[in-house]
Every structure is written in structure tokens, then in C-alpha cells.
């Protein structure tokens, strides 16, 4: 049995079936770890995942390759026993445990990574609802204190991610926090030469009864905005005459902070703004024939979907607040969260040829910089940085 001296556990129980954007970070990370490191005969990556998803789950794509083995767990990661997975893993001779999210096991003895995304469930108002919503969030503060006092160190999605850590749990943690930006799905980028993709918008044209039409990816939780869009899509509809459409795409909740159909009657809407799930392929084909994607988010970690539309050829409007400016730079229209003036302004401009033409050409320029393999590279380099520091002591 060969004896790896590395070997690195990744907390992969986030990949659900139905996968969500942390899912999605685990997976293309692990995919990348496995291409950087398969002519290295010193590293092991040990991939800890829910018993019960182990066979429809997708990192059944990765099985046989070099240096990976996996580990089935019972917990779920939101459990009160998740603090206890250490006496789980225990036996696996780990050498660095990396795990996604902010609400790090209160126990573990091995040396430590932990990714936080953003600080959305701990500071933005209303994000978790109710007395039970009251106790989440002073428990993700904990969590998140938990996180930032155990791990060697601490990987940030984002420069405004590590700002606002620093800002809320203060500036002792600083050096410990690492900014690593993630990737662009290959999928969206080999997708522009590929007409598959293009195809499939016409039954959904067809279903949900639209043509040309904006574009929003995501939830409808607060901080999403998403009310004040309908209002300034209304406003932009009341000012132009036309017949394009606003397409929320994703999963809403309807909760005593928003119910869509609701609102949609009170805006006089609900022939204009249409609401639906697809699949990623159909999410592509909506991307590549968007006139243009729309992202006022009020607070996000990242803010992967403006650079999945840009890297389709598609226009982004976007909130100038927390990461989205970073991450946008030069290649979006910036507005207010909070005007529906300037949003609506911002809707008429991306309708202009020469608007239309740089946004797009800088949003493909911009797009290069975001790769799973840089993000897969930086992380690698972490995970040695700590482990040599730690067989050094």
C-alpha cells in the first residue's frame, strides 16, 4: 500500500444532487486538484461525501483516477453532529482537512483550510426569517468565529469577502485570510462555438410565450433585490415601447418578504415577467440570446453569474456594491441597487449597438482571468504552504 505524503481531505458533502454554487465550487475544484496533480506520485486527495447520494452523485466522474478515494459519510453538513465528523475521518492519516463553508466542525484536530464565500447569512438583514431565522444567524456568527480561530487559514472568494471578515471579526485575522477568485464552468466557454446550445431556447420561446427579453439567474432571497428590478422593469416598460420580457430563472420562495405572483399582479406584470427553472444546458442557450443580464444584487461573496454571462457574449447590468464592482471591472454597466432611475437608464443603454458592442468585447477580455485551473492552483498552494508549515514544527 503506497504511503502519500500529502494527503489532502476535501469536504465534498456540499454536492447534492440537485448542486447549488458551493456544490459547484467543490466540484470544479476537485476536478482541476486531480488534472494539476496526476503525474505527482506525493499527494492523495481524500473526498469525504453523503452516504446516501454516493451513487447519483458526480463525483462518481471522477472514480479511478489516480491519488482520489472516497469516504461515505451519514451526516449531512447543517447537522448539530457535524461537529463530530473528526472521530469519522480520524483513522485516514489526513494531512489537511478543506472545508467549504463557514460552519466549520467544532471539533477537528487536523490542520485546517476553510472557504467562505460571503458574510450574507451573518450581517444582511432578513436573510434567514423568523425567531428560529434570529437563532441561525447569531449561530453562523459563531460558526464563523469558530472558523476564523481554528483554520491555519482561511480562503476568501473575494476581496470584498475578505474586507468585510476583517471588518466584522477584526484585523487579527487578516494575515490568515486568503483571496482566491473562482472559476468559469468550461461548459460556458466552449459553449460559444457550439450551435447545440443555441437550439435549445426555441421550446422554451415557444412554452413560456417570449422573444427578446432580459435576464435574471438566481433566488429571490432579500439581498437579491429582486423587487426593486420589477418595479424599475416596469418603469423601463412604462418609458419604452416594446415587447421584451424579463426572465427570472431559478428557484423563488414565496415567504412573508416576497411573493412573486403577488407582486407581478400589483406591478401589472404578469405578462412581462416570467419565472421558471432549467437545466444548465437550457441556462446557456438563455445566457447566449439574453439582450442583456441583470445583476442588482444588494451583497454577494462573488458573483459567478455576471461572469457566466460575459463569457457567452452577453451584456451585464450589475449593482456597484460589494464584490460585483470587482468582479465586473471594466466589463458592465454599474448602476445604484437602490435607483430605479439609474437601473432603468442602464436597461435603455445596453440597447445601443456601440454599448452593446464594448460591453461585450471587454465582458469576453474580462473572462479570461477567471479560470477553475488558477482558482485550482492557488488552493494547491495553500494546502502545501500549510502542510510543509506544519511537518516543520
Same mark, same amino acid.
Given at each position: 500500500?503506497?504511503?502519500?505524503?500529502?494527503?489532502? !481531505?476535501?469536504?465534498?458533502? /456540499?454536492?447534492?444532487?440537485?448542486?447549488?454554487?458551493?456544490?459547484?465550487?467543490?466540484?470544479?475544484?476537485?476536478?482541476?486538484?486531480?488534472?494539476?496533480?496526476?503525474?505527482?506520485?506525493?499527494?492523495?486527495?481524500?473526498?469525504?461525501?453523503?452516504?446516501?447520494?454516493?451513487?447519483?452523485?458526480?463525483?462518481?466522474?471522477?472514480?479511478?483516477?489516480?491519488?482520489?478515494?472516497?469516504?461515505?459519510?451519514?451526516?449531512?453538513?447543517?447537522?448539530?453532529?457535524?461537529?463530530?465528523?473528526?472521530?469519522?475521518?480520524?483513522?485516514?492519516?489526513?494531512?489537511?482537512?478543506?472545508?467549504?463553508?463557514?460552519?466549520?466542525?467544532?471539533?477537528?484536530?487536523?490542520?485546517?483550510?476553510?472557504?467562505?464565500?460571503?458574510?450574507?447569512?451573518?450581517?444582511?438583514?432578513?436573510?434567514?426569517?423568523?425567531?428560529?431565522?434570529?437563532?441561525?444567524?447569531?449561530?453562523?456568527?459563531?460558526?464563523?468565529?469558530?472558523? =476564523?480561530?481554528?483554520?491555519?487559514?482561511?480562503?476568501?472568494?473575494?476581496?470584498?469577502?475578505?474586507?468585510? =471578515?476583517?471588518?466584522?471579526?477584526?484585523?487579527?485575522?487578516?494575515?490568515?485570510?486568503?483571496?482566491?477568485?473562482?472559476?468559469?464552468?468550461?461548459?460556458?466557454?466552449?459553449?460559444?462555438?457550439?450551435?447545440?446550445?443555441?437550439?435549445?431556447?426555441?421550446?422554451?420561446?415557444?412554452?413560456?410565450?417570449?422573444?427578446?427579453?432580459?435576464?435574471?439567474?438566481?433566488?429571490?432571497?432579500?439581498?437579491?433585490?429582486?423587487?426593486?428590478?420589477?418595479?424599475?422593469?416596469?418603469? /423601463?416598460?412604462?418609458?419604452?415601447?416594446?415587447?421584451?420580457?424579463?426572465?427570472?430563472?431559478?428557484?423563488?420562495?414565496?415567504?412573508?418578504?416576497?411573493?412573486?405572483?403577488?407582486?407581478?399582479?400589483?406591478?401589472?406584470?404578469?405578462?412581462?415577467?416570467?419565472?421558471?427553472?432549467?437545466?444548465?444546458?437550457?441556462?446557456?442557450?438563455?445566457?447566449?440570446?439574453?439582450?442583456?443580464?441583470?445583476?442588482?444584487?444588494?451583497?454577494?461573496?462573488?458573483? =459567478?453569474?455576471?461572469?457566466?454571462?460575459?463569457?457567452?457574449?452577453?451584456?451585464?447590468?450589475?449593482?456597484?456594491?460589494?464584490?460585483?464592482?470587482?468582479?465586473?471591472?471594466?466589463?458592465?454597466?454599474?448602476?445604484?441597487?437602490?435607483?430605479?432611475?439609474?437601473?432603468?437608464?442602464?436597461?435603455?443603454?445596453?440597447?445601443?449597438?456601440?454599448?452593446?458592442?464594448?460591453?461585450?468585447?471587454?465582458?469576453?477580455?474580462?473572462?479570461?482571468?477567471?479560470?477553475?485551473?488558477? !482558482?485550482?492552483?492557488?488552493?494547491?498552494?495553500?494546502?502545501?504552504?500549510?502542510?510543509?508549515?506544519?511537518?516543520?514544527?
Amino acid at each position: 500500500m503506497r504511503t502519500y505524503k500529502k494527503n489532502i !481531505c476535501i469536504d465534498a458533502r /456540499f454536492i447534492y444532487p440537485q448542486i447549488d454554487g458551493i456544490g459547484r465550487y467543490l466540484y470544479n475544484l476537485i476536478k482541476h486538484l486531480i488534472l494539476i496533480t496526476q503525474d505527482r506520485d506525493d499527494i492523495k486527495f481524500t473526498i469525504l461525501e453523503i452516504d446516501k447520494f454516493y451513487n447519483n452523485s458526480l463525483l462518481r466522474n471522477f472514480e479511478g483516477e489516480k491519488n482520489i478515494d472516497f469516504v461515505k459519510i451519514p451526516i449531512i453538513p447543517h447537522s448539530i453532529l457535524n461537529n463530530f465528523i473528526y472521530y469519522l475521518i480520524r483513522n485516514y492519516q489526513i494531512s489537511l482537512f478543506h472545508y467549504p463553508q463557514f460552519n466549520f466542525p467544532l471539533i477537528m484536530k487536523y490542520p485546517s483550510i476553510v472557504t467562505i464565500h460571503d458574510l450574507n447569512p451573518q450581517t444582511f438583514p432578513n436573510f434567514f426569517v423568523g425567531l428560529g431565522g434570529l437563532f441561525k444567524k447569531y449561530y453562523s456568527i459563531f460558526e464563523n468565529k469558530i472558523a =476564523l480561530l481554528k483554520a491555519n487559514k482561511i480562503i476568501a472568494v473575494s476581496n470584498n469577502t475578505k474586507k468585510e =471578515l476583517i471588518k466584522f471579526y477584526g484585523e487579527k485575522f487578516e494575515d490568515k485570510i486568503e483571496v482566491i477568485y473562482l472559476g468559469i464552468d468550461e461548459k460556458f466557454l466552449l459553449s460559444r462555438k457550439q450551435n447545440y446550445y443555441q437550439t435549445l431556447i426555441e421550446p422554451l420561446r415557444k412554452k413560456y410565450n417570449f422573444k427578446e427579453y432580459f435576464l435574471y439567474v438566481g433566488n429571490n432571497r432579500p439581498h437579491k433585490n429582486i423587487l426593486l428590478l420589477l418595479k424599475a422593469f416596469k418603469e /423601463f416598460k412604462s418609458r419604452n415601447s416594446n415587447k421584451i420580457k424579463l426572465l427570472l430563472i431559478g428557484k423563488f420562495f414565496n415567504d412573508r418578504y416576497m411573493n412573486l405572483q403577488k407582486e407581478l399582479i400589483e406591478l401589472n406584470l404578469t405578462e412581462d415577467v416570467i419565472n421558471f427553472t432549467v437545466t444548465d444546458d437550457e441556462l446557456i442557450s438563455l445566457y447566449s440570446n439574453a439582450l442583456a443580464f441583470i445583476y442588482i444584487s444588494l451583497s454577494e461573496g462573488f458573483g =459567478l453569474p455576471i461572469l457566466e454571462a460575459m463569457s457567452l457574449g452577453t451584456p451585464v447590468i450589475t449593482s456597484d456594491r460589494s464584490s460585483l464592482k470587482e468582479i465586473g471591472g471594466n466589463a458592465a454597466l454599474f448602476v445604484n441597487p437602490f435607483s430605479i432611475n439609474e437601473i432603468v437608464e442602464a436597461m435603455e443603454k445596453v440597447l445601443i449597438d456601440e454599448i452593446r458592442i464594448n460591453l461585450i468585447n471587454n465582458g469576453l477580455q474580462r473572462t479570461s482571468n477567471f479560470t477553475w485551473e488558477n !482558482c485550482a492552483s492557488k488552493t494547491l498552494e495553500i494546502y502545501e504552504q500549510v502542510i510543509e508549515r506544519k511537518m516543520n514544527l
